[in-house]
């Protein structure tokens, strides 16, 4: 299909109210959840300077950690809002971007639907709202793709082929998973150049076909040798991957559209529920869903790949790295519905193509009606879960993420001077200590088991007079610190936050008389 430029008519005041939408939907409530674990210790390394920054982590490239240096230095770190503002307009522009690319694609009507997808999808609008990379992905992501087929045939510009370049170069260095990206991107221009090649062969001439393989390739020569002195961090970063998740694949690959469109606030999990467990207590969410996608994706599959060109491409380029982490999987446990978010767009376009698929209606009059009715039924149920699902995650108090505000503010109205916080892993102290500032002093359990055993042996010989134990992520650590402290000290209250991973917050006192 030829791309559609957008005209100011009744579809660009549509596209408007949907964009204002997102807007609204991104902006309102910045604040509505404290900063969780990943959020807080993204904050906590651009509380460096500008070289601690760059290099604070290696499972993440600097990009956003540095944009986000630059944005702390100007309004602060206080404010939870503040510090996601940037996120959320990062992905707004993403759903401009992707309404864009769409029109290329897609009659204009199905590019409003895609629009309509990304801007009321929980799960972006999620990710907008967080202190992470994610947002920045999903708009260098659907860039690529649309200066990738601009400048494939029609816009040759030299300025365009730059702009191309800068994407490039900063895609690779905003999340590693954007070498998809650059992977699909650089496959479709070999392609097309070895198909420029045969028709040289038949006599267009081997100096044209050469100036089209410099023009084609020197943006993606130019990103790799731009993006060359972080590999050797990257592929560290890869290395140090934990590999204690490849058991459950499967159910990755089967949960992935229902968490890209509808997003965890689909079905609200509570610890210490699981993710299926939930599920199955939420069937009036999860069965619509299952019934209205299946056909969605194959009607929208079918109609992409009959448009051919650019419609194909992005198909591909949304198939590729779910079959390769899928391949990948047991060496590098990386299929996540947040590594695969930059695909939300393409799933979006894929969806709303499927309203196309009626086009031939060779088996008769009713047999077409039924036909179009279909998808557009499908899509009505999906926007219908989507609003749903939003409606849980502004509105509905159980959903959220780790709430260390509440956690804090238990521990603040009862802490007392010289008590102490143990922590069950170090990590979860960064979130912890946002939102608190008591005296009371701060130990991590050891990670390594003899350390560990020293400090149980410590607290067995003179346990403190007071000890609070928070309980998050590390569970199997934490309930053996849980066993050593009831032994030798009276528990005397408790309190659970079952928000997404849960935290415990224990408070043990020292029992005058009891044996040890």
Not at 4 to 10: D, H, L, N
Not at 82 to 100: E, K, T
Request: with cysteine.
């Amino acid at each position: 299909m030829s791309p559609t430029q957008p005209r100011f008519g009744k579809e660009m005041v549509v596209a408007l109210l949907l964009l204002a939408l997102g807007a609204l939907l991104r902006f309102g409530g910045l604040g509505l959840h404290g900063l969780w674990l990943d959020e807080a210790t993204t904050l906590q390394f651009v509380s460096h300077d500008a070289r601690g920054c760059l290099h604070a982590e290696v499972n993440n490239p600097p990009l956003h950690r540095m944009l986000l240096w630059g944005w702390v230095r100007l309004v602060g770190p206080e404010s939870d809002a503040l510090v996601r503002l940037p996120d959320a307009i990062l992905g707004l522009l993403a759903c401009l971007v992707s309404w864009r690319l769409a029109m290329r694609v897609l009659p204009p009507k199905a590019a409003l639907i895609a629009l309509g997808l990304l801007a009321l999808n929980p799960y972006q609008v999620l990710l907008s709202q967080e202190v992470r990379p994610y947002s920045l992905l999903l708009l260098l992501s659907s860039l690529g793709f649309l200066l990738h087929l601009r400048t494939l045939v029609g816009d040759r510009r030299i300025a365009s082929s730059v702009a191309l370049l800068l994407v490039l170069v900063a895609g690779l260095h905003s999340h590693y998973q954007f070498a998809w990206v650059a992977l699909a991107v650089g496959l479709h221009r070999l392609w097309f150049l070895a198909r420029s090649w045969r028709a040289g062969a038949k006599g267009l001439g081997a100096p044209r076909v050469g100036s089209e393989a410099l023009r084609l390739l020197w943006p993606l020569a130019g990103a790799v040798l731009l993006f060359s002195p972080w590999l050797w961090t990257a592929l560290s970063g890869l290395s140090s991957q934990h590999r204690g998740y490849t058991t459950d694949l499967l159910g990755r690959v089967v949960s992935l559209p229902f968490m890209l469109l509808l997003g965890e606030s689909g079905v609200v999990r509570q610890y210490p529920e699981t993710h299926g467990q939930a599920a199955l207590g939420q069937l009036w969410i999860v069965m619509p869903f299952a019934l209205c996608i299946a056909p969605l994706l194959v009607l929208g599959t079918r109609s992409l790949w009959r448009f051919g060109g650019e419609a194909r491409f992005l198909l591909m380029a949304a198939v590729g790295p779910v079959v390769g982490l899928s391949l990948l999987f047991h060496w590098l446990p990386l299929f996540t519905a947040r590594y695969l978010s930059f695909l939300s767009p393409v799933l979006c376009v894929l969806l709303a193509a499927s309203v196309t698929a009626h086009g031939e209606r060779r088996a008769g009059r009713w047999t077409g009606r039924l036909t179009g009715l279909a998808p557009r039924a499908a899509l009505v149920v999906l926007f219908t879960l989507q609003v749903v699902s939003l409606g849980r995650y502004h509105l509905d108090p159980r959903f959220g993420r780790e709430d260390w505000r509440g956690a804090a503010s238990w521990v603040k109205a009862r802490e007392r001077q010289g008590d102490l916080l143990l922590f069950d892993h170090g990590y979860v102290q960064i979130p912890f200590d946002r939102y608190h500032h008591g005296p009371a002093s701060r130990w991590g359990v050891p990670g390594d088991a003899p350390r560990r055993r020293a400090l149980f042996a410590e607290l067995r010989a003179a346990p403190p007079a007071r000890v609070f134990l928070l309980l998050s992520h590390n569970w199997d650590r934490g309930r053996e610190t849980f066993d050593v402290l009831s032994e030798v000290m009276c528990l005397q209250e408790s309190r659970i936050f079952r928000r997404s991973n849960g935290i415990e917050a224990h408070l043990f006192e020292r029992c005058p008389g009891r044996a040890r």
